[in-house]
């Protein structure tokens, strides 16, 4: 089995990354499945349970694999209710970085690119523009913390907790 499926001339990468819904209301479910069905092509049968951190919502996991670029597909599919509270991560290959996508209500879209082992990596030219824009200590502070994404983070950690031991479903894009 090969690890690129060609479109045209040109062959596209494979990757592999997951979809934490860590809160989802028990209604819109079925259209979170059917939006994530969309970018993968095939339908996504997730494995819903309860969110402890809120009684009345669900969670889920799901691992895909697809093309480089799905991870934000995914996460656009997704935007569609403002409700959710989700992170997408697609893993780094030869010909892409990896990325972690994480959103939350009222805070919105935080998009990093992560290390093999999962850590944040920030890019020199994102450093070098902190620095020139940050005229305090304190501001270079902030600037790091929203660089590395901690508001997020921060918010986001109860949920991660409250899934400990979920079960993950697997998900494959069409080729």
Do not use: K
Not at 73 to 99: H, I, N, Q
Not at 120 to 127: I, S, Y
């Amino acid at each position: 089995m090969t690890n690129a499926r060609t479109e045209g001339d040109r062959a596209l990468p494979r990757t592999r990354g997951v979809v934490y819904l860590h809160c989802c209301p028990a209604a819109i479910a079925p259209h979170v499945e059917w939006a994530l069905a969309g970018v993968l092509g095939r339908p996504a049968r997730l494995q819903w349970t309860g969110q402890a951190v809120a009684h009345t919502h669900l969670r889920a996991e799901a691992a895909w694999t697809g093309a480089i670029g799905t991870a934000a597909r995914l996460a656009a599919s997704l935007r569609a209710w403002p409700m959710l509270v989700f992170e997408v991560t697609e893993d780094g290959t030869a010909a892409s970085d990896g990325e972690r996508l994480a959103y939350v209500p009222g805070r919105g879209f935080h998009r990093s690119t992560t290390a093999a082992n999962g850590d944040v990596v920030v890019g020199e030219e994102r450093l070098r523009g902190l620095l020139a824009r940050a005229h305090s200590a304190e501001e270079f502070r902030h600037g790091i913390a929203e660089l590395l994404g901690s508001a997020w983070d921060a918010e986001l950690e109860p949920y991660r907790r409250g899934g400990a031991g979920a079960p993950v479903t697997l998900l494959h894009q069409v080729v």
